[in-house]
């Protein structure tokens, strides 16, 4: 069973801190994805990465970047938190090609305060 | 304009019922999935269907490439049905991201 594990399921953080969000695959796919999670909006894509080092801006990139130096691990980093970055974040993953589910992560609740 | 739409927003049942959630697209598909986010957070991948019918259990996807539509069925509805039904599209790009509806909240009272 593919595995994609995030870091923290709750966190809360003061505005204008960095934060890291870290995701984790074990399956060795080679597209994840960030998204956030908001009442009434659905899911919105924040970035994506299709290899190591490569990336692509989704819907929402304003105050987010991302790092993939690792096929495994996809990071997203709030460079300064605000209150409006207050959400559910979750990852996911899926293997590229014809006949691949989405796998997600069981997601972060992340509160700026 | 969202380009995936789904119907209805809310929906209550009594368990047992059957219950139907729709999805329409507007854009070109290679893959249309039905996902399932209980409370708490964590999102399962139901289907994953581009052309037909899929079953599994007392679930059916159904979609309609032609009309753009997708519909997903639960018979004999359960409590633990109770949950928010996401319908997302691929529109083939190698990258591989989905274009999201907004959810359907299902909730099955005993």
Known sequence: DVKVTQSSRYLVKRTGEKVFLECVQDM?????????????????LIYFSYDVKMKEKGDIPEGYSVSREKKERFSLILESASTNQTSMYLCATDPRGNDSPLHFGNGTRLTVT | KNEV?????????QEGEFITINCSYSVGISALHWLQQHPGGGIVSLFMLS???????????????QEKHSSLHITASHPRDSAVYICAVDRGSTL???????????????
């Open chain 1, 28 to 44: 060795d796919h080679e597209n994840m994805f960030w998204y956030r999670q908001d009442p009434g909006l659905g899911l919105r």
């Open chain 2, 96 to 110: 591989g991201r989905l274009y999201f509806g907004r959810g359907t909240q299902l909730t099955v009272w005993p």
């Open chain 2, 5 to 13: 739409e789904q119907s209805p927003q809310n929906l209550t049942a």
């Open chain 2, 51 to 65: 052309s037909g019918k899929k079953k599994h259990g007392r679930l059916i996807a159904t979609i309609n490439i």
